[in-house]
């Protein structure tokens, strides 16, 4: 595991930054959270779940016999990229031996394989793969970020872990909100999540949201347009539900509604 304030690129606790140990500890270090720096810095050593932070150490202690020779992250994964974001991708949870080992949520995984592709496409990434903190994988106007920062079990949070979580995700979209034109949400339980994130930081969220569905644009008054889109799982790339044609015109539609050229 990465001890914080050792220089790993993605990195941004120290070791002073205060630790959440209960639920309660994250409503009030995300809500004194004055910079996404603070926001991801504190969210990056919280140990508020504690199934969550077996699982998580527990891989990076075993490692995958393929990345055996590598060192894991083993801690909460942030969002990352363009601090200005006008277009936020919003995902689940890091995959136990993707995000929970490179540090970087989509990098190290097919997953990402797919959505930096796509990104690179639109204009969006400076490189059509991500797989190191250390590739040098840059991101334009946009930001990467999930509303469960620690690999589940799975791939499945339970309630609890969910709603422990939110307010670093909420605090977040807090934070991104003048700058935030667009809101490309991978999946069901992301849409949820960011509708939730939305109304409890003023946005003008309609009293009874959308159900999800790929390729859904709901643009609000005053605020973004939220996206949705298949997420980019095996599952779904695997069996062509998603297509990166159906990828690559969700994110053409957000660069139109955040004015990204």
């Not at 309660?24 to 004194?32: K, N, Q, Y």
């Not at 699982?55 to 060192?71: H, I, L, N």
């Not at 569905?213 to 779904?236: A, K």
Request: proline share 8%; hydrophobic share 40%.
């Amino acid at each position: 595991m990465i001890r914080p304030g050792t220089g790993f690129p993605t990195d941004r606790a120290t070791r002073t930054t205060p630790v959440a140990h209960v639920p309660a500890d994250v409503g009030r270090l995300s809500a004194s959270a004055v910079s996404l720096l603070h926001v991801d810095g504190r969210s990056s050593v919280c140990r508020a779940c504690p199934r969550l932070v077996t699982w998580r150490e527990e891989v990076a202690e075993t490692k995958r016999a393929a990345f055996a020779d590598d060192r894991y992250w083993g801690r909460p994964v942030t969002g990352w990229g363009d601090p200005r974001a006008r277009i936020v991708v919003v995902g689940l949870a890091p995959a136990a031996h993707g995000g929970n080992r490179t540090g970087r949520i989509f990098t190290g995984d097919r997953s990402g394989d797919w959505l930096f592709g796509a990104l690179h496409r639109a204009g969006l990434a400076t490189q059509p793969t991500s797989t190191s903190a250390y590739d040098g994988q840059e991101l334009l106007h946009t930001r990467i970020t999930l509303p469960v920062r620690c690999a589940p079990p799975a791939n499945r949070p339970t309630p609890l872990e969910r709603d422990t979580c939110a307010p670093w995700f909420r605090r977040e979209v807090e934070l991104l909100r003048p700058t935030a034109r667009a809101y490309v949400v991978l999946g069901g339980f992301g849409w949820a999540s960011t509708w939730s994130a939305l109304r409890a930081t003023g946005s003008a969220v309609p009293d009874r949201v959308p159900r999800f569905r790929h390729g859904l644009e709901v643009p609000l008054d005053g605020g973004p347009t939220v996206l949705g889109c298949y997420h980019v799982s095996q599952q779904n790339t695997f069996t062509g539900r998603l297509t990166e044609a159906m990828l690559d015109d969700v994110l053409e539609r957000a660069k139109a509604a955040a004015g990204v050229s």
